[in-house]
C-alpha cells in the first residue's frame, strides 16, 4: 500500500468475521443493449468561488455527462487521460458482476498514464436507482470529474412511484478553492485541509443571499420547474469531507430510493447527506411561487456559526415566480447538542421490501456466505465507507442516547460507542437498509453484513476524501474455488499493465503524441502483487 500516514485519521476496524464461498452468479447476457461514451478527461479553469482555478471536466463539462441507462445494459466508455498526472475513473454503487477489472481503483486497475486512453466496459445489472462517477486517484475529486449514473428499472419491473414530471441530478459538495496538487501536498506534509471556501451545487457556487457572506459576480445554480408538477431530485454528497443538510425552502422532500434501493417512502423538511452519499426524493411544486425559493447544503457536525462561509445556496424558480428569492435560509435543525436527530434519521430510513432477502440467515445467526464489518470511527468527525461491486445491510449503529454529542468535539471511547459482540443483539435484522455507502458517526460504529456474491477484489474505503488518501482502505477478496468463468470474467484483452508487470504492457501511439510506456513507481508494487494473485487464481 502506499505510505500510510496513521495522523489523526481515524482508526477502520475491518472485523471479518466469517467469510464463505460465494454463491454462483448467473451468466452474462450478451444480447443486452449498449451504451457508448468517448469522453475526454482535461483540465479547464472555472470560477466557482469568484476565484480562477483548475478544475477537471469529462468531456468538457463540470460537472461530467450523465450516464443514463437501464437494467443490465452495457456500458463502454473510452476515457482519454488529457490530465498532467494518471487517472482512474470508478463507478460508485455500481454492481459490476463478475468483473472488477473495470471497478477503477488501485489495487484492482493499474492507472491510464496522461497522455494515454482506455475503455472501460461493463455491465450494469439487476440494480436501480442514481449513483456518481469520480476520479479515483489521489485528491482528484477535490477538482471535480464527477457526473451522475441513473440506472432505470426495465419496463417489466413496475416502480413504487408515479413516474416523475422530470428528472432532476444536483450535487453537492463542499470546495476548495486550492486546487488537488496542492491539497495533497497539505496532507503529504501532515497537515489537516481545514475548513471548505464553500459549497458547490452542480459546479457553481452560492446564490448571493446576503450580500455580507457572498461575494458579488459568482455564478450560481437554478433549477427551472412547472408549478403543480413533480421531479425526482437525484442528490449526491460528491464533496471532500463535510456532510451536509439539504432542504428546499418551503418544500417537503419525499424519499423514495438511496443507491439503488427504493425506501419505504417518508417526508422530510431536510435530510443529511454524507460524503459519497447518493438519494432520490420527490418534490411536488406545491407552493404559490410568490418568490423563487431557497435550495440549501449546510455544513453538519461542525460548528456552523463558524461555517456560515460552508454553505452551498441554488434557486428553485417556477415559471410563474413572482420575484427573486430574499430573506434568510431556511433553519438547519437545531440540535447542536443533541444530534440524535441525524441518528434517527439515519435509522428511519427503511427499504421498501419487508422483510429483505436475507433476513432468514442472518436471524437464524447462520453467517454462511456472509461476511460482517464494523465500521469504528475514533474520529470526531463524520466518516462515510463505501463497498466497490456490493451493497450491504447497514444493521446497526450506535444508540444514539449513548453518544457524545452533548460533548461536540471530544469524545471518551472507553465510555462510547465501542463496539462489542454482545452489539449484535441490537442489531436491526428485519428491515436493514441495502445500500453501498454508510455514514459512521463520531465515536460510534457501524454494522454492516456483506453477501459475497461477487467474485472479485473489491475495495473498502472511506470516502471522505482525505481519510482514504491517508490510507483508510482494505480489499475484500472473494474466490471461487471452482474453476469456472461463470462466476468471473477472465482478465479482459486491453487490461492495462504497471509495476512488475509493466513489461507485458505494449506501448501506445498517439496521433498528436509519440509512443508512450506507463509510469511506474515503488508504490505501485503492492496492489500489482494483488492483481497478480488474482490473476494467479484457477
Ligand atoms: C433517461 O433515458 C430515458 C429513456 O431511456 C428517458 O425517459 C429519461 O428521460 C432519461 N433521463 C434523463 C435524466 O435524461
Ligand atoms: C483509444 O481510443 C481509440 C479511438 O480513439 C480506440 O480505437 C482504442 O481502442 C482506444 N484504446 C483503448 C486501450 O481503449
Ligand atoms: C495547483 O496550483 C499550484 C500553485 O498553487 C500550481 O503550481 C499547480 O500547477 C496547480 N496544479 C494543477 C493541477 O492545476
Ligand atoms: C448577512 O450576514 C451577516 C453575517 O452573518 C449578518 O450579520 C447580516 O444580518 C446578514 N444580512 C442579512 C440581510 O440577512
Ligand atoms: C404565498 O405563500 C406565502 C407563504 O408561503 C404567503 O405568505 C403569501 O401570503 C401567499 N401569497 C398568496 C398570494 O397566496
Ligand atoms: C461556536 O463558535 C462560536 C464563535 O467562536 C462560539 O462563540 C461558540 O461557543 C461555538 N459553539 C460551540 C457549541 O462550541
Ligand atoms: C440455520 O443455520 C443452519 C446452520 O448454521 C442451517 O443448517 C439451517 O438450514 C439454517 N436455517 C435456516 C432457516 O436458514
Ligand atoms: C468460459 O469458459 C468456456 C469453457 O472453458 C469457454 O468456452 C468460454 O469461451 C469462456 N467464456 C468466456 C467469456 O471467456
Redesign the pocket.
Known amino acids: 500500500m502506499e505510505e500510510v500516514v496513521a495522523g489523526r485519521a481515524a482508526a477502520l476496524a475491518v472485523v471479518l468475521l466469517l467469510m464463505a464461498a460465494a454463491a454462483a452468479a448467473p451468466l452474462c447476457c450478451a444480447n443486452d443493449p449498449t451504451a457508448y461514451f468517448d469522453w475526454d478527461v482535461s483540465y479547464v479553469t472555472a470560477s466557482p468561488l469568484g476565484v480562477p482555478q483548475q478544475v477537471i471536466a469529462v468531456a468538457k463539462q463540470f460537472p461530467g455527462p450523465i450516464v443514463n441507462v437501464t437494467t443490465n445494459w452495457n456500458v463502454v466508455v473510452n476515457v482519454r487521460n488529457s490530465l498532467d498526472e494518471d487517472l482512474l475513473l470508478t463507478w460508485d454503487g455500481i454492481q459490476m458482476r463478475k468483473n472488477c477489472w473495470d471497478d477503477g481503483v488501485l489495487g484492482t486497475n493499474c492507472p491510464i498514464p496522461p497522455g494515454w486512453n482506455w475503455t472501460y466496459d461493463f455491465q450494469v445489472k439487476d440494480q436501480i436507482g442514481s449513483f456518481f462517477y469520480f476520479p479515483s486517484l489521489g485528491l482528484q475529486r477535490a477538482a471535480g470529474g464527477y457526473g451522475g449514473i441513473i440506472v432505470n428499472s426495465r419496463d417489466v419491473v413496475p416502480v413504487p412511484f408515479a413516474k416523475p414530471d422530470g428528472d432532476i441530478t444536483l450535487f453537492i459538495g463542499d470546495w476548495y478553492i486550492k486546487n488537488h496538487t496542492d491539497l495533497r501536498k497539505m496532507l503529504d506534509d501532515g497537515k489537516d485541509l481545514g475548513m471548505p471556501d464553500g459549497v458547490l451545487m452542480n459546479g457553481k457556487g452560492p446564490y448571493r443571499y446576503n450580500a455580507t457572506l457572498v461575494p458579488d459576480g459568482i455564478d450560481h445554480e437554478t433549477i427551472n420547474v412547472e408549478p403543480g408538477k413533480t421531479y425526482r431530485f437525484r442528490i449526491h454528497n460528491v464533496g471532500v469531507s463535510t456532510s451536509l443538510n439539504l432542504r428546499i425552502q418551503n418544500h417537503n422532500l419525499l424519499l423514495v430510493e438511496t443507491e439503488g434501493t427504493h425506501t419505504l417512502q417518508q417526508s422530510y423538511t431536510n435530510l443529511d447527506i454524507h460524503v459519497g452519499q447518493s438519494y432520490s426524493f420527490l418534490v411536488t411544486m406545491d407552493q404559490n411561487a410568490s418568490s423563487d425559493y431557497y435550495i440549501v447544503a449546510s455544513a453538519r457536525f461542525v460548528?456552523e456559526?463558524?461555517w456560515t462561509r460552508v454553505t452551498g445556496v441554488a434557486i428553485l424558480h417556477y415559471s410563474n415566480s413572482r420575484g427573486k428569492a430574499s430573506g434568510p435560509l431556511p433553519d438547519p435543525p437545531n440540535d447542536?447538542y443533541y444530534k440524535g436527530f441525524s441518528m434517527n434519521q439515519a435509522r428511519s430510513i427503511r427499504p421498501l421490501d419487508q422483510p429483505p432477502r436475507i433476513g432468514t440467515s442472518v436471524i437464524n445467526g447462520s453467517y454462511r456466505g456472509f461476511m460482517e464489518i464494523v465500521f469504528q470511527n475514533d474520529d470526531t468527525r463524520v466518516q462515510t465507507y463505501h463497498i466497490d461491486g456490493y451493497s450491504v445491510f447497514v444493521v446497526g449503529c450506535v444508540q444514539a442516547t449513548s453518544l457524545p454529542f452533548n460533548r461536540?468535539y471530544a469524545h471518551d471511547r472507553m465510555d462510547y460507542g465501542e463496539w462489542t459482540e454482545d452489539r449484535r443483539d441490537t442489531y436491526n435484522k428485519w428491515d436493514a437498509v441495502y445500500r453501498s455507502t454508510t455514514q459512521v458517526f463520531p465515536g460510534a460504529w457501524t454494522a454492516v453484513y456483506v453477501s459475497l456474491d461477487n467474485v472479485g477484489i473489491w475495495n473498502v474505503r472511506a470516502e471522505n476524501l482525505d481519510t482514504w488518501y491517508l490510507g483508510q482502505e482494505a480489499y475484500m477478496k472473494i474466490v471461487n474455488p471452482e474453476r469456472t468463468n461463470k462466476t468471473e470474467l477472465p482478465v479482459p484483452d486491453n487490461v492495462l499493465y504497471c509495476g512488475l508487470l509493466q513489461y507485458l504492457q505494449k506501448p501506445q501511439t498517439h496521433k498528436h503524441s509519440s509512443a508512450s510506456s506507463v509510469t511506474n513507481g515503488g508504490k505501485l508494487l503492492a496492489w500489482v502483487l494483488l492483481l497478480a494473485s488474482l490473476a494467479m487464481v484457477p
Do not use: V
Request: hydrophobic share 40%; proline share 20%.
Open positions: 460548528n456559526s463558524l447542536f461536540p
